[in-house]
């Protein structure tokens, strides 16, 4: 069956930093563009990065250049998103998510999604 794992999260302090996986099973993520997303408690859910399928070119939400970074791994069949000088607005359920031959990372078309892990960030 094919499926996203999403691991990582946990609490850390304000300005720590903290690294999210997202493993896939039964399907070969080097055919897929990969965007983390994460939806913080009263909020709508916002993408945080892109990967593209073509090129491996990498895309940043405005709130987190600079601190967050992707990157993929496929002889592990994995992503990263590494996070650091973490904020307590960082603090969100994270998702991966797949699209087949993507260049973008549009939320509406993703077609495979993980359940997510919880990122906390306070003292």
């Known amino acids: 069956q094919e499926q996203l794992v999403e691991s990582g999260g946990g609490l850390v302090q304000p300005g720590g930093s903290l690294r999210l996986s997202c493993a896939a099973f039964?399907?070969?993520?080097?055919?897929?563009?990969i965007g983390w997303f994460r939806q913080a408690p009263g909020k709508e859910r916002e993408g945080v990065s892109c990967?593209?399928?073509?090129?491996?070119?990498?895309r940043y939400a405005d709130s987190v250049k600079g601190r967050f970074t992707v990157s993929r791994d496929n002889a592990k069949n994995t992503v990263y998103l590494q996070m650091s000088s973490l904020k307590p607005e960082d603090t969100a359920v994270y998702y991966c998510a797949t699209r087949v031959g993507g260049i973008l990372c549009p939320a509406e078309g993703m077609d495979h999604w993980g359940e997510g892990t919880l990122v906390t960030v306070s003292s």
């Open positions: 039964g399907f070969n993520l080097d055919y897929y563009a």
């Open positions: 990967i593209s399928s073509m090129d491996d070119s990498k």
